[in-house]
């Protein structure tokens, strides 16, 4: 069955940077893109872009441009999510999402991890 | 960047009510558009993708429906175990953007 399962929570000083990983399994890791979409606590959904695990490109939300960096290690099928320059605005729960059918980019997700609490504070 | 608007924000619906949940997208986004339900302390779940296919395993009193840029998602028979919050999102292109959420009790 498929399966994403996420690093664990991590508390980070302001100013920090924030690794997560996504660890997936169950399907062919180099065909479906994997998303991160963020949610703050008692907000809603933030998508923050893709990575195609085939070819290790991105896309990622304007917001995020030039803070985030998502990468690809193909060899034990896991996607990372990289966030910098953390602050208090941060802290929220990170999921990994996988794409469903369609355009990989730009689809809906049919497969989430269990999500990665991040806490930022001083 | 395209919006997505849901209405109402929140509901209280009696076990067995037919419950409709509202999504206006503020330009057109063909059929590009998913409902999710979140669980309270939970990862949301795919419930309904192209505006009105039902995700595999889905109970079938969940449907979803669009009339332009107007997209409903329609509980025939609320159920306790619908409490949850649910979010539509449009995907027809990038930014992906979800709506604020609906959150849904029984009353």
């Known amino acids: 069955q498929v399966q994403l399962v996420q690093s664990g929570a991590e508390v980070k000083k302001p100013g920090a940077s924030v690794r997560v990983s996504c660890k997936t399994s169950?399907?062919?890791?180099?065909?479906?893109?994997i998303h991160w979409v963020r949610q703050a606590p008692g907000q809603g959904l933030e998508w923050m872009g893709w990575?195609?695990?085939?070819?290790?490109?991105?896309t990622y939300a304007q917001k995020f441009q030039g803070r985030v960096t998502m990468t690809r290690d193909t060899s034990i099928d896991t996607a990372y999510m990289e966030l910098d320059s953390l602050t208090s605005d941060d802290t929220a729960v990170y999921y990994c999402?996988?794409?469903?059918?369609?355009?990989?980019?730009?689809?809906?997700?049919?497969?989430w991890g269990q999500g990665t609490l991040v806490t930022v504070s001083s | 960047d395209i919006q997505m608007t849901q209405s109402p924000s929140s509901l209280s619906a009696s076990v067995g009510d037919r419950v409709i949940i509202a999504c206006r997208a503020s330009?057109?986004?063909?059929?590009?558009l998913a409902w999710y339900q979140q669980k309270p302390g939970k990862v949301p779940k795919l419930l309904i993708y192209?505006?009105?296919t039902l995700q595999s395993g889905v109970p079938s009193r969940f449907s979803g429906s669009r009339s332009g840029t107007d997209f409903t998602l329609t509980i025939s028979s609320l159920q306790p175990e619908d409490v949850a919050t649910y979010y539509c999102?449009?995907?027809?292109?990038?930014?992906?953007?979800f709506g604020q959420g609906t959150r849904l009790e029984i009353k």
């Open positions: 330009q057109g986004i063909s059929n590009f």
């Open positions: 999402a996988r794409a469903g059918v369609g355009v990989p980019g730009a689809t809906y997700f049919d497969y």
């Open positions: 990575v195609s695990p085939n070819s290790g490109g991105t």
């Open positions: 169950g399907y062919t890791f180099s065909v479906y893109y």
């Open positions: 192209g505006a009105s």
């Open positions: 999102q449009k995907y027809n292109s990038a930014p992906i953007t």
